[in-house]
């Protein structure tokens, strides 16, 4: 059996050739709205509505969290396990022959129009426009067939929502007719007609019935309606907040966008004596499209459009449809108005807001649809819509954002203007961030959060999409004295930054995992640096130091944090991120940093920037802070260093957990050499005492005597405090 997406109207694009997408063919029409990758798109929004009640497969929205998956379509198996009476395992053959089931249903992102929102204040969502929504017919196995054919247990409450057959869910397996393309979910999905696109998992593997609601990270930190008190500043605070039952969402809300006059249209009164408004309109659940209004003069008065239904509108029968809408009227009330606006109400006599309302999610935003008309002369008007899809400005909510965010700038500081070649001259010596069009002077600032290798991530580039979405408006008031000036230049700075694709990730105990990343771009250094690695969709950043680098590929070794409640529930923020993802993503690399520089001959260069000389160099390391030790004592025998003395202590839990122990071996065969190399396991004899340390380095320092220390800030400062006992000071102790 031949089952393959169709290619019409696709081909491979240039922004994919370096992604790992770069197999998967697509629409040259599509507005990206996340770089090259992953795909995150819209289509032109007059495009959308032009090609009428149903979106063709290639310009349907889509929203990607990482790479598509390759899969085999005679290989990939759907399982049903959990609470029923028999698990089962089906192959898409078995699927593709069972009876199915077709529905014409709307999809629409839960952040559609999020870009009016994060013009406000920046939302965790990406900018989406008006067009994250699309209709297609969808065919597949109803779901509560395949839950009947496993037996749900009868305690289980999923039956009551499932094993209704008016709510049509579905396993899909084609989109308009064929066969679903790979970035709509090939060869399987779920369809659930009437709730969010959140909720409509592509590429499903397994479906788990359980008592209670799903533990699942997305589930729990993503599609929620959050109040707009709640921001970064109060989550940080109240870390579980965001799993509140009670702020998670299935049901679309009702909506409504003037396609018709588009943006930047411009209407000539001589032309034609009416003009005729068109736009489309939809809501969630079993519920329809009753009304659209117009108002021409800010709401006082409404004109109710005509609505072109493609299905009849029955109250026993299930609604998962679109509606578009138009009204004719005479063209000079669209000339003498100064904005429109459309609103609609569904069958449950829900409707839309006036206004926008900021949330931390930055969804479900459903005002009134406004667009401004402004007279150019006698007989021409010309009209904006609130804002436009992807990197271009020029909507009028943008541009009032835009004048409103200038006049917050601080009137106190007399502001020098710079362009960006005085930016990359500045960052060679100094750390300049570029946020929101200010240039920030950062070196002497060493009290952020997320230490200072956080700000040298950024060193000479703009970080305004990173700093507005996770800091507060008080963190932007304790910025203000770092204002050096403001950005004039137009030309966009050299990135620091590329993406490297995950080529293996293997655990190397229960903990901690080799992870190898094939990078763009070249990362040598001859200082003992780190890199700093984040998600391409997450605002969260973390600093590694490499264990090696050959054959372009970057070897990391890294703990994963797993959650423990109560204390610490949620586990680490970017290792959980990292272990849901799989080989062939792409993570984004920032770097090479670092200040240490080993030269030769016991010299290097310290974290104080002046040249100091060792004769015995004593390195601590803890857990994976064992990485930078081993990268250093690596380059120090490369230089063939014979006279120096090197001890080396790794604390770690227990023998299981002591990284790199062969790597040291071999170190010590290839540099013909022995050193010292110890190891305290906390799960054994406990922590490092002072005792402990005296046994291995001395009781007390002595010239040429130098101490390196890497691991978490308790281990470095009980390090510190033991080796002061023993006569070291500020000037022979180094932290990586």
Request: with cysteine; charged share 25%; hydrophobic share 35%.
């Amino acid at each position: 059996m031949e089952w393959i997406p169709s290619e019409a109207n696709v081909d491979y694009q240039k922004e994919d050739e370096l992604t790992p997408d770069k197999w998967v063919k697509r629409s040259p029409h599509l507005i990206r709205l996340t770089g090259k990758h992953p795909l995150n798109c819209e289509p032109p929004l007059t495009m959308l509505y032009e090609h009428g009640f149903k979106t063709p497969n290639e310009l349907h929205f889509v929203r990607n969290h990482g790479v598509v998956p390759k899969i085999d379509f005679h290989e990939h198996r759907l399982t049903v396990n959990g609470l029923v009476t028999r698990e089962l395992v089906f192959s898409m053959e078995e699927l593709v022959s069972m009876d199915m089931i077709s529905e014409n249903v709307v999809v629409s992102c839960i952040g559609n129009r999020r870009k009016e929102l994060n013009l406000i204040k920046k939302s965790r969502g990406f900018n989406f426009g008006a067009a994250g929504v699309g209709t297609a017919k969808w065919t597949g196995i109803p779901i509560f067939k395949i839950l009947e054919m496993a037996g749900i247990e009868s305690s289980c409450d999923a039956q009551v929502h499932f094993e209704d057959p008016k709510n049509k869910y579905m396993l899909a397996v084609k989109m308009n007719d064929e066969p679903l393309p790979y970035d709509h979910g090939y060869p399987v999905r779920a369809i659930f007609p009437g709730l969010i696109g959140g909720r409509m998992i592509k590429w499903l593997k397994t479906i788990t019935v359980l008592e209670e609601e799903s533990l699942n990270y997305y589930h729990l930190n993503d599609n929620r309606i959050i109040p707009p008190y709640i921001d970064e500043d109060y989550v940080t605070q109240h870390p579980r907040v965001l799993e509140n039952p009670e702020f998670c969402t299935y049901e679309f809300n009702v909506q409504s966008v003037i396609v018709y006059p588009e943006h930047h249209e411009i209407i000539d009164t001589r032309n034609s004596e009416e003009y005729t408004l068109k736009g489309f309109a939809h809501t969630g659940g079993h519920r329809w499209i009753n009304r659209v209004d117009v108002t021409f003069d800010k709401g006082l008065s409404w004109i109710q459009a005509d609505i072109i239904r493609f299905e009849k509108k029955l109250a026993y029968k299930t609604n998962f449809n679109w509606v578009f809408w138009n009204l004719k009227v005479p063209i000079s009330d669209v000339y003498n108005a100064a904005e429109i606006s459309v609103r609609a109400f569904d069958s449950a006599w829900n409707t839309q807001p006036e206004n926008r309302t900021w949330n931390l999610m930055g969804m479900f935003n459903n005002c009134w649809f406004k667009i401004k008309l402004k007279k150019n002369d006698a007989f021409r008007v010309s009209c904006k819509h609130p804002t436009v899809a992807g990197a271009d400005g020029g909507g009028w909510w943008e541009e009032e954002c835009r004048k409103l965010k200038s006049r917050q700038t601080p009137e106190h500081l007399s502001l020098k203007n710079f362009t960006w070649d005085d930016v990359n001259l500045m960052k060679e010596k100094k750390n300049i961030l570029v946020i929101n069009d200010l240039v920030y002077d950062v070196t002497t600032y060493k009290e952020h959060p997320g230490g200072n290798d956080t700000l040298l991530a950024y060193n000479g580039e703009d970080c305004s999409e990173e700093f507005n979405s996770i800091h507060s408006d008080s963190a932007v008031d304790q910025s203000n004295e770092f204002i050096i000036g403001k950005l004039v230049s137009a030309k966009k700075s050299i990135k620091t930054s590329n993406l490297a694709t995950i080529i293996s990730m293997d655990y190397v105990n229960d903990t901690d995992i080799l992870l190898q990343l094939k990078p763009q771009r070249n990362f040598f250094s001859s200082k003992c640096y780190h890199l700093m690695l984040k998600h391409p969709e997450f605002e969260v950043t973390r600093p590694y130091t490499p264990i090696d680098y050959k054959d372009d590929v970057i070897y990391l070794i890294i703990k994963i944090y797993d959650p423990v409640p109560p204390k610490f529930p949620n586990g680490g923020q970017f290792t959980q991120i990292l272990k849901r993802m799989k080989v062939g993503e792409e993570v984004k690399v920032m770097g090479p940093f670092g200040e240490l520089e080993y030269l030769e001959n016991g010299h290097f260069i310290g974290t104080n920037g002046n040249e100091t000389k060792g004769t015995a160099f004593h390195m601590f390391g803890a857990g994976t802070g064992i990485c930078p030790v081993y990268s250093w004592i690596k380059t120090m025998l490369k230089e063939n260093d014979r006279n120096l003395k090197i001890t080396i202590t790794h604390c770690c839990e227990n023998e299981n957990h002591a990284l790199l122990k062969d790597n040291f071996s071999n170190l010590i065969s290839e540099a013909g050499r022995s050193f010292s190399v110890n190891y305290v396991y906390n799960a054994v004899e406990g922590f490092l005492t002072h005792k402990r340390m005296s046994g291995i380095i001395g009781n007390s320092h002595q010239e040429g005597d130098v101490c390196f220390i890497c691991g978490p800030p308790m281990f470095n400062i009980m390090c510190i405090k033991f080796l002061k006992l023993n006569g070291y000071d500020g000037s022979n102790i180094f932290e990586f």
